[in-house]
């Protein structure tokens, strides 16, 4: 044994051995960034490391056959006792070996090094967020695609009860991101990444997804589809089937079916569907509220195109809604009367209730009929139910805040606040709502959300102006500051940037300044109560809404509560409405940082 041992290391075999694999593995290493870099199937980097498994007793035997002498390469058994070997061979190897070895500690403290800069998450092993697809197609027309495609599937695997899932605002702000995925997930508070992309060519449709481990940056599943645009509901389906399998997901066959279920099998209506969700995106986002009734005629369509398209009446009832009530940020003075608003409301809610894909859907259809008879403990009830039936859900808990906070109960706003962030920490408009509600609750908490919220990549305005009042409300002035030209830069929203300049010269002594910015405001402006209040002029804000308080608006009315410097017992018939339902709200107290005049000091 000895004697074979001698003749293995005289031909060299132990060094190609050595050197094989050395080589072997720095190939490997660079094929697998390659295919990462390059969306490659699976299969190629298992054929190469198949190939190059076999190749090695293939190099161990020419090792073992052949010998390098100064004449050339000969067989070994051929070779006469009398010609020397060429004693550059084991150098060569010994050459070869200490270089790629050198590399490959280059590469690898390279690797812990990036590593060791990378945020440590301590997300659930249950958690992903859903990046932005990439539109590959020719044109480069198809965003609207792919964006829609990546929320439809981000809305999929958000319905499977034990996973988090990362909110669209959040996941979407990393558009075009350059940070690598361990750093994306960590700020995002998760333990996977899902990313892909669309082209789309005629009636061709290419769609690539890739879910990926944040931290080891492995890829758990991949996979390309291709196919027509009448796949395109199908493949959906499939890649949030996959993704939900592959986290190994807790399913019944109940939760599947309503995960999986698009709420439409035409192609047209979907499609539809997903340019009414980035027009509402884009307009909400830019508080370009002319453009809402052009976001409202893009889900008519999709409804006109399927009848029982319950996620599209949906949003229009949502849509709808937000024109019912003038202190919301969607609301649009322009349009038609406040009648017809409120009969396309209880059509697109009824539509909705009757073709629910869910229990939670029809509960929630439910709970927002109760707002238009100011039924609030009804709507608390209804509230409650949706966070039993999907308590990782965030709307839920949104609503049971709102509720809360406008019913008075602040301890109990705030906990169903913290619920619902700590779910989705949303720097969109979903969060901005949620940070609103909870300011008066529990400042502190507030603040901290702000501070998360204009941390995060390209805050929206929407979380601009809401954090500007925040700010305020706890004094810091000089900070607020900031924000009024970096939303008046961002936003289409004139009348809000005059709200925020109004917030601001009253928080810094400049009555004279704030009353200019308001003789500006139209005199029809659904913001005009807010600017009288902003101002300290308490007496005209009151009797402003005086006309309201009778049964067919009182709704309109109650949407004020929002405001806890609105005072429900200058109304009788509203005031009578919530002491029925034994609603004690806490008298009003005024804006901290209103005008100061010599008549509210």
Same mark, same amino acid.
């Given at each position: 044994?000895?004697?074979?041992?001698?003749?293995?290391?005289?031909?060299?075999?132990?060094?190609?051995?050595?050197? %094989?694999?050395?080589?072997?593995?720095?190939?490997?290493?660079?094929?697998?960034?390659?295919?990462?870099?390059?969306?490659?199937?699976?299969?190629?980097?298992?054929?190469?490391?198949?190939?190059?498994?076999?190749?090695?007793?293939?190099?161990?035997?020419?090792?073992?056959?052949?010998?390098?002498?100064?004449?050339?390469?000969?067989?070994?058994?051929?070779?006469?006792?009398?010609?020397?070997?060429?004693?550059?061979?084991?150098?060569?190897?010994?050459?070869?070996?200490?270089?790629?070895?050198?590399?490959?500690?280059?590469?690898?403290? %390279?690797?812990?090094?990036?590593?060791?800069?990378?945020?440590?998450?301590?997300?659930?092993?249950?958690?992903?967020?859903?990046?932005?697809?990439?539109? $590959?197609?020719?044109?480069?027309?198809?965003?609207?695609?792919?964006?829609?495609?990546?929320?439809?599937?981000?809305?999929?695997?958000?319905?499977?009860?034990?996973?988090?899932?990362?909110?669209?605002?959040?996941?979407?702000?990393?558009?075009?991101?350059?940070?690598?995925?361990?750093?994306?997930?960590?700020?995002?508070?998760?333990?996977?990444?899902?990313?892909?992309?669309?082209?789309?060519?005629?009636?061709?449709?290419?769609?690539?997804?890739?879910?990926?481990?944040?931290?080891?940056?492995?890829?758990?599943?991949?996979?390309?589809?291709?196919?027509?645009?009448?796949?395109?509901?199908?493949?959906?389906?499939?890649?949030?089937?996959?993704?939900?399998?592959?986290?190994?997901?807790?399913? !019944?066959?109940?939760?599947?079916?309503?995960?999986?279920?698009?709420?439409?099998?035409?192609?047209?209506?979907?499609?539809? %569907?997903? @340019?009414?969700?980035?027009?509402?995106?884009?307009?909400?986002?830019?508080?370009?509220?002319?453009?809402?009734?052009?976001?409202?005629?893009?889900?008519?369509?999709?409804?006109?195109?399927?009848?029982?398209?319950?996620?599209?009446?949906?949003?229009?009832?949502?849509?709808?809604?937000?024109?019912? !009530?003038?202190?919301?940020?969607?609301?649009?003075?322009?349009?038609?009367? $406040?009648?017809?608003?409120?009969?396309?409301?209880?059509?697109?809610?009824?539509?909705?209730?009757? $073709?629910?894909?869910?229990?939670?859907?029809?509960?929630?259809?439910?709970?927002?009929?109760?707002?238009?008879?100011?039924?609030?403990?009804?709507?608390?009830?209804?509230?409650?139910?949706?966070?039993?039936?999907?308590?990782?859900?965030?709307?839920?808990?949104?609503?049971?805040?709102?509720?809360?906070?406008?019913?008075?109960?602040?301890?109990?706003?705030?906990?169903?606040?913290?619920?619902?962030?700590?779910?989705?920490?949303?720097?969109?408009?979903?969060?901005?709502?949620?940070?609103?509600?909870?300011?008066?609750?529990?400042?502190?908490?507030?603040?901290?959300?702000?501070?998360?919220?204009?941390?995060?990549?390209?805050?929206?305005?929407?979380?601009?102006?809401?954090?500007?009042?925040?700010?305020?409300?706890?004094?810091?002035?000089?900070?607020?500051?900031?924000?009024?030209?970096?939303?008046?830069?961002?936003?289409?929203?004139?009348?809000?940037?005059?709200?925020?300049?109004?917030?601001?010269?009253?928080?810094?002594?400049?009555?004279?300044?704030?009353?200019?910015?308001?003789? !500006?405001?139209?005199?029809?402006? !659904?913001?005009?109560?807010?600017?009288?209040?902003?101002?300290?002029?308490?007496?005209?804000?009151?009797?402003?809404?005086?006309?309201?308080?009778?049964?067919?608006?009182?709704?309109?009315?109650?949407?004020?509560?929002?405001?806890?410097?609105?005072?429900?017992?200058?109304?009788?018939?509203?005031?009578?409405?919530?002491?029925?339902?034994?609603?004690?709200?806490?008298?009003?107290?005024?804006?901290? $940082?209103?005008?100061?005049? @010599?008549?509210?000091?």
């Amino acid at each position: 044994m000895r004697k074979f041992i001698e003749e293995l290391r005289y031909r060299n075999v132990f060094r190609v051995a050595a050197a %094989y694999l050395v080589i072997g593995w720095l190939i490997a290493q660079v094929a697998d960034l390659a295919t990462d870099a390059f969306n490659a199937p699976d299969w190629i980097m298992q054929l190469l490391i198949t190939a190059l498994l076999l190749g090695l007793p293939v190099a161990l035997f020419l090792a073992w056959a052949f010998e390098l002498t100064p004449e050339g390469i000969v067989r070994a058994d051929e070779l006469p006792e009398t010609v020397a070997k060429d004693p550059r061979a084991g150098r060569l190897l010994d050459i070869i070996i200490i270089s790629t070895l050198t590399v490959a500690v280059l590469l690898l403290g %390279y690797d812990k090094l990036q590593r060791s800069a990378v945020p440590v998450s301590n997300a659930d092993e249950k958690s992903i967020a859903v990046l932005p697809f990439d539109d $590959y197609s020719p044109g480069g027309d198809q965003a609207w695609f792919a964006d829609g495609l990546a929320e439809e599937i981000l809305n999929s695997l958000a319905r499977t009860t034990d996973l988090q899932v990362a909110s669209r605002t959040s996941s979407f702000a990393f558009r075009d991101a350059t940070h690598d995925i361990p750093t994306i997930a960590a700020s995002l508070g998760v333990a996977h990444i899902l990313e892909g992309s669309v082209r789309r060519a005629g009636d061709r449709l290419r769609v690539t997804a890739q879910l990926i481990r944040a931290d080891d940056d492995k890829h758990l599943w991949s996979r390309t589809f291709d196919g027509t645009n009448e796949d395109s509901i199908s493949i959906q389906e499939e890649v949030a089937f996959q993704i939900a399998n592959a986290l190994k997901t807790a399913m !019944n066959p109940e939760e599947l079916a309503r995960m999986l279920s698009g709420g439409t099998r035409s192609v047209e209506a979907w499609e539809t %569907y997903l @340019k009414g969700l980035a027009l509402d995106y884009e307009v909400a986002s830019q508080m370009d509220m002319a453009r809402m009734f052009d976001v409202i005629a893009v889900f008519d369509k999709a409804v006109e195109l399927d009848p029982r398209f319950a996620d599209a009446h949906l949003m229009l009832a949502d849509l709808w809604e937000g024109q019912l !009530n003038p202190t919301g940020t969607a609301y649009s003075p322009d349009g038609p009367p $406040y009648a017809e608003r409120k009969r396309r409301y209880d059509m697109a809610l009824e539509a909705a209730s009757k $073709y629910a894909r869910s229990e939670y859907t029809r509960v929630e259809a439910e709970m927002r009929a109760a707002f238009f008879d100011v039924r609030i403990v009804d709507q608390i009830v209804l509230a409650k139910r949706m966070t039993e039936i999907e308590p990782t859900r965030r709307s839920g808990w949104e609503w049971l805040q709102y509720l809360y906070m406008i019913s008075g109960n602040s301890e109990g706003a705030r906990e169903a606040g913290l619920t619902a962030w700590d779910l989705e920490p949303d720097v969109g408009e979903s969060g901005s709502v949620i940070i609103t509600n909870i300011t008066d609750a529990s400042l502190d908490d507030a603040l901290r959300m702000v501070d998360e919220s204009l941390n995060a990549p390209n805050p929206p305005p929407i979380v601009l102006y809401q954090s500007h009042r925040v700010l305020l409300e706890a004094g810091q002035i000089e900070r607020a500051a900031t924000l009024v030209n970096a939303y008046a830069e961002q936003s289409l929203d004139e009348e809000g940037t005059i709200i925020m300049r109004v917030r601001q010269a009253c928080a810094e002594g400049q009555v004279d300044q704030a009353e200019a910015l308001f003789a !500006n405001v139209n005199e029809k402006s !659904n913001s005009r109560w807010l600017f009288l209040k902003l101002l300290g002029r308490d007496d005209e804000a009151r009797e402003l809404l005086r006309p309201l308080d009778k049964p067919e608006t009182l709704s309109m009315l109650a949407g004020y509560l929002t405001y806890l410097y609105f005072e429900p017992r200058d109304y009788p018939l509203l005031w009578k409405t919530l002491s029925d339902q034994g609603i004690d709200r806490p008298l009003a107290q005024p804006l901290s $940082y209103r005008c100061k005049r @010599k008549d509210n000091i």
